[in-house]
Nanobody, 127 residues
């Protein structure tokens, strides 16, 4: 079992920045990759970023590429999502997730690839 807790959400003006954290505990050694997803009201949950624990390979969708950066601290079992140049359309609940199964990076954008999820943290970007 892997327990995930997100933090760092809040209210920010457009153009501002936030850094989200996801602290992992439990059987973290069994995790292969960590991802961030988000869900806006009335919309489906969507992929935001992923990083593999060992090699640090990352991937992003075009909607956040160049603005968001995912990183990890293996010693602390924490994954971060640095979000810059925020836009009102980035408003959503942000979730971190852990995948325990090896997969090519392209497959890690799919929710079904993840076994554990955090409770989410709200990010609101005002215009």
């Amino acid at each position: 079992q892997v327990h995930l807790v997100e933090s760092g959400g809040g209210l920010v003006q457009a153009g501002g920045s936030l850094r989200l954290s996801c602290a992992a505990s439990g059987r973290t050694f069994s995790s292969y990759a960590m991802g961030w997803f988000r869900q806006a009201p009335g919309k489906e949950r969507e992929f935001v970023a992923v990083i593999t624990w060992s090699s640090g390979i990352t991937a992003y969708p075009d909607s956040v590429k160049g603005r968001f950066t995912i990183s990890r601290d293996n010693a602390k079992n924490v994954v971060y999502l640095q979000m810059n140049s925020l836009k009102p359309e980035d408003t959503a609940v942000y979730y971190c997730a852990a995948s325990s199964t090896f997969a090519i990076i392209g497959q890690l954008s799919r929710m079904a690839q993840y076994d554990y999820w955090g409770q989410g943290t709200q990010v609101t970007v005002s215009s």
